[in-house]
């Protein structure tokens, strides 16, 4: 049995995790994927994620690619989980390429694969925030109206 690890926050988990994972499990048999924790994502990566830990885990949990999630809780974690997890193959997409190159010595493949473009959960954000902010530029100013019948 071949088994895959790859890494990452899977907030407002979009189709470009989708085919990151798609792709991982299509290198192996058995898909291990380790989600960064709240406090990992807070003081490592100061990310603020809209989904908890718990909820993030859930939700990757529920892909049909994946096999086991685990907490992501330390950058040096990676050299152990590997061993820990018999790991054959690793996988990131290609915006860590050449970052996660030292698992080799791990005597584990190391596999980065092309980003999915334009999509990420920074740009959700970034493109709902405008949206509202447009709507509420055009909704209509009330309080000047009496609705006191
Ligand atoms: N990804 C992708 N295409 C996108 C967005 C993300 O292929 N449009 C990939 C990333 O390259 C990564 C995985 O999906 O391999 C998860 O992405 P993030 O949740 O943004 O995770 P990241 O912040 O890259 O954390 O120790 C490694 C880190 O935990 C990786």
Redesign the pocket.
């Known amino acids: 049995m071949k088994r895959v690890i790859?890494?990452?926050?899977?907030?407002l988990l979009?189709y470009?995790?989708i085919?990151?994972l798609r792709r991982a499990k299509a290198l192996g048999d058995y898909l291990i994927v380790?989600v960064?924790s709240d406090e990992?994502n807070r003081d490592e990566?100061h990310?603020k994620c809209y989904f908890t830990y718990e909820q993030r885990k859930a939700l990757v949990e529920a892909i049909r690619y994946v096999d086991l999630v685990i907490p992501?809780q330390s950058?040096d974690q990676?050299r152990s989980d590997v061993h820990e997890y018999h790991v054959d193959t690793f996988?990131?997409?290609?915006?860590?390429k050449g970052k996660f190159d030292f698992l080799k010595e791990e005597g584990v493949e190391v596999v980065y694969?092309?980003?999915?473009?334009?999509?990420?959960?920074s740009r959700i954000k970034r493109d709902l925030y405008d949206a509202n902010a447009v709507e509420n530029e055009n909704r209509p100013d009330l309080s000047q109206i009496d609705t006191n019948p």
């Open positions: 790859t890494y990452g926050t899977f907030d979009h470009g995790h085919n990151l380790v960064s990992f990566k990310k992501e950058w990676k996988v990131m997409g290609d915006d860590w694969l092309p980003r999915t473009p334009e999509i990420s959960s």
